[in-house]
């Protein structure tokens, strides 16, 4: 079938995946409309405070075989790197019980891990090539990412994981404590292995990032538009408008990607989703002066601390709360701490008023994988959600995957494992 042009695309969202979708809807041909209450790149977003982690090798899902015997430690214990809010039980135990059962076997971990490598191979390198689209290649750097183990030991508690990543082709360099060493030498020598993974990439600010995206979105003839879309008005199985709290915008096609907040839009639609918000925080240290030289993850503390372009970011943390309750500083806090004892030469320079803290939702399905395909009721709107711990890397090749769906035309890998209808 010949591919479509000319449509005109109301995307929902400006985060990573609304933005990039953006650029890649024009680039196919389509006229774009982007809606979203918030600035591009703004602080409502996920996309803005994340990690900046471009790593082409997180295709393992959060869950893992044996997780449901550490439930009672998520519930008891509130300010673990996991924790689930009481009163918030009820609610999320549906969702719990599926991403428990989405990670019951190995199998099952390798058959999502298979299909999270084809999103994001070659992700760092895309991000790379947008950036330089947009004027901001400084943003995207390529140097690879620093995983870090108290010893040996514990990197072979993590050895499936890493087992599974090697099968669907990720490498890596396994660092001594004398090599973590000198290249890390600010690090707390209480870690003794490291392992470099030097195909990923980061972001050096992915606010700044996104604005920049959308601003190159723009210039090639996006409108963006202030309001937070409310549902769709269908002719039968046709869209003619996205309906929007400022009324409507008449269209033929349109794209969910409103993070964590994309449930309703779907749910308005009647696709059930179940899409959850793992809130995470991050802190950051204007003009710290000591920090990890590469990107680095701790496996004991389960933080990403990373140098970006506003000073020394420290982001994790995974809590069960729901959209609507207020932050619990307590958990920035808990970063900071961690970064400290990660780099004890921070330690007296980083008092609280100096120190800047943010609470994100990561848009996350129980089975670790996005939804990326079309509304049961009409093809004319594209669902684009729920990447989780991804989304900034997995945008590029989403974006991609979504102007292919729009112009129905043959996506460049395999939608099934995507497929929003497997939870319908
Ligand atoms: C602490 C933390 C660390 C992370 N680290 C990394 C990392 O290192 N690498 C990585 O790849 N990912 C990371 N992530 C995950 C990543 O940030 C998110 O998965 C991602 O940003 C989600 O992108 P998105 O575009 O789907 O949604 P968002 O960025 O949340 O954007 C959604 C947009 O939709 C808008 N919106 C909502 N409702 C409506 C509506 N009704 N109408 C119109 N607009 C609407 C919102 O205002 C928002 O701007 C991290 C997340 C957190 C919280």
């Known amino acids: 079938m010949p591919a479509t042009t000319g449509r005109h695309v109301v995307i929902i969202g400006s985060g990573a995946v609304g933005t990039v979708s953006a650029i890649e809807c024009l680039r196919a041909g389509h006229r774009v409309t982007v809606v979203d209450p918030g600035q591009p790149g703004g602080e409502q977003a996920s996309s803005y405070g994340n990690a900046g982690w471009l790593s082409s090798h997180s295709v393992i899902p959060p869950a893992e075989p044996g997780m449901w015997k550490k439930v009672p430690s998520f519930l008891l214990d509130p300010l673990g790197p996991l924790s689930i809010r009481w009163a918030y039980l009820p609610k999320v135990l549906p969702w719990l019980i599926r991403f428990l059962l989405a990670a019951r076997t190995s199998a099952q971990i390798e058959h999502t891990a298979q299909a999270m490598r084809t999103l994001l191979v070659d992700a760092p390198k895309l991000h790379a090539s947008l950036a330089a689209e947009a004027g901001v290649p400084q943003l995207i750097e390529r140097r690879g990412v620093l995983h870090v183990y108290p010893d040996r030991t514990a990197f072979e508690g993590d050895a499936r994981s890493w087992a599974i990543r090697r099968k669907v082709g990720v490498e890596w360099l396994e660092l001594s404590a004398e090599e973590l060493r000198q290249r890390e030498p600010n690090l707390h020598p209480r870690y003794t292995f490291g392992l470099v993974v030097e195909e990923a990439g980061h972001c050096r600010d992915p606010g700044n990032y996104i604005a920049a995206l959308s601003k190159l979105a723009c210039e090639r003839g996006a409108t963006y538009v202030t309001t937070r879309a409310t549902g ?62 590469t990107p680095m993850m701790a496996s004991d503390a389960k933080m990403i601390a990373n140098f970006m372009n506003g000073g020394l970011r420290a982001a994790g943390q995974v809590e069960f709360a729901g959209l609507a309750a207020v932050p619990n500083w307590k958990r920035a806090e808990i970063l900071r701490n961690h970064l400290i004892s990660m780099f004890p030469g ?79």
Do not use: N
Request: charged share 20%; glycine share 10%.
């Open 346 to 424: 921070l330690a007296g320079t980083v008092p609280a008023d100096r120190l800047r803290v943010w609470l994100g939702h990561r848009p996350s399905m129980p089975d670790g994988r996005p939804c990326i395909g079309p509304a049961r009721k009409t093809s004319d709107v594209i669902y684009a959600f729920g990447h989780g711990h991804v989304s900034l890397v997995g945008s590029a090749r989403t974006g991609r995957l979504v102007a292919q769906l729009v112009s129905c035309s043959a996506p460049e890998i395999p939608l099934a494992p995507f497929d929003p209808r497997r939870f319908l």
């Open 232 to 293: 769709f008005r269908l002719e039968g199985s046709r869209l003619t408008a996205v309906t929007t709290e400022q009324g409507e915008i008449a269209c033929d096609c349109a794209v969910v990607a409103a993070g964590a907040r994309s449930k309703t839009l779907a749910a308005s639609l009647g696709d059930a989703l179940p899409l959850e918000s793992e809130r995470g925080y991050h802190v950051m240290i204007p003009d710290a002066k000591v920090g990890p030289r």
